[in-house]
């Protein structure tokens, strides 16, 4: 089963829950916000995907944090600042049977899922 991973009202999230929808892929969306992940479940994704590939930098998020929290030292520093901090990470994060996938572009989720 596949799990999507982000926050309702987050465009990119939006479309590509309309994609999987339009192409019958079923899934399970987990908002974050309502329901926020633990440090296990991010330190999990961080094996997976490198913490310069998971943090959003254009997000006002990340804009505000100190210089200091924005060192991404190490997988734990980084979980525990998704942690704190859930709209920090690219939206959306999908795990599925292949592992994780952050992002959304159309063409890439076409070669993934069809």
Same mark, same amino acid.
């Given at each position: 089963?596949?799990?999507? @991973?982000? !926050?309702? %009202? ?8 309309? $994609?999987? =929808?339009?192409? %019958? !892929? ?29 943090? %959003? ?10 210089? =200091? ?12 600042? !998704? ?5 920090? @990470? ?18 890439? $989720? ?5």
């Amino acid at each position: 089963m596949m799990t999507v @991973f982000g !926050i309702k %009202n987050c465009d990119t999230v939006k479309k590509a829950t309309a $994609w999987l =929808e339009q192409n %019958n !892929i079923a899934y399970t969306f987990h908002d974050v916000r309502q329901h926020p992940v633990d440090v296990d479940t991010v330190l999990a994704w961080l094996q997976q995907v490198p913490a310069e590939k998971l943090v %959003n930098k254009r997000s006002t998020t990340w804009r505000q944090l100190t210089d =200091e929290q924005r060192q991404l030292n190490s997988d734990d520093a980084a979980a525990q600042l !998704i942690v704190d901090n859930p709209t920090l @990470f690219k939206r959306p994060l999908v795990e599925d049977t292949q592992g994780i996938h952050v992002g959304f572009k159309a063409d890439d $989720w076409q070669t993934r899922y069809q």
